[in-house]
Structures are given as structure tokens and as C-alpha cells.
């Protein structure tokens, strides 16, 4: 965390709306990017990122360490993320991807949402928390309460079944194409 962002926290902590508007700028495209690989359909997804905004904003006074803030935020989004899930039904083919922005160097393409979806939630959970979040196994065993290692052994699981599925898939195209 820079000392700005230290700053920021403390004085949204103390009610300052906008700093916590700009700590959420900074933090938007990863949340979302996080919920749209989590939850697999793009609106739910910006739903999910507001309403844990929104519970963030009214919460911020419980946040402890300054320094947390960010896991803290990502710790909020996944269970909004999960609730979403657990009140909705929401399948693959409901899925509406946003056209990638040029800049936008972040954006996974359908078909890597596609395989995202294959993956069980507690996989695809440690896979975005720790592309879009950004965590090392450390962070991400702290923000699940599991150990670390457990944490590694499920990444890793999960990047081979994504490869293997994404070789499968580009074997499959060649062959079409043949």
C-alpha cells in the first residue's frame, strides 16, 4: 500500500467521501474484473461490486489497519459475490461479455471465462483473488482461513485443469480448421 493510499483510508475512515471515491477508483477494474470471473455474467457482476461498495463505505470505520483496506474490500466483494450466486441462478449461457477495451490489457477473452466457469468456487476463487486481486497463497490463505499450502495446492490444481481444458480447446480448433 503507498502512503497515499495509507492517507486515503484514514481519512475516509474518518467520513471523508471523497476519499474513499478515489479509493474505489483505484480499485474498481480489479473488483470487477474479480466478480465477472466469479459470478460469469457482466450486470450481476457490477451489482455485486456496488453493493460491496456500498457496505465497504458504511463499514469503514470497523476496518482496523489502514493496510487492510484493499483485502478487506476484496474480502467484501467475494461475499457479495456469493450471495449473488446463492439468490440467483445464473448459468453460463446467461453470460454477456463486455467488448474488450484496447487499453483494457486485463480482459479475458469468452472462452477463458467459459473455462473460468468449469472450475469448482472454492478454484475459481483462489484464481481470481489471486490474478485480479493480486495475493500471493499467504494473503489468500489469510482472507479464506486456510493454510497456505492448501491454498497453493488448489491454485495450482486449477491453472493445470485450465491449461489442460484451454490445450484441449485450441486442439480441437485446429482440427476444425483442418
Known sequence: MTNDEWILVGQAKKGDAHAFARLYQRYYQDLYRFALCYIRNAHAAEDA?????????????????????????????ANECRRTLNQSSLYLEDVDFPEPQAEDSGYLTPEIHELLGTLSEAERLVVTLSVFGGYNSQEIAGLLHKRPGSIRSLKSRAMASLREKLEKSNRKEVTSHE
Open 49 to 77: 461490486v456496488m453493493n460491496s461498495v456500498l457496505k465497504a463505505y458504511e463499514k469503514i470505520g470497523d476496518l482496523r489497519k489502514n493496510d487492510a483496506f484493499k483485502s478487506w474490500l476484496f474480502q467484501i466483494t
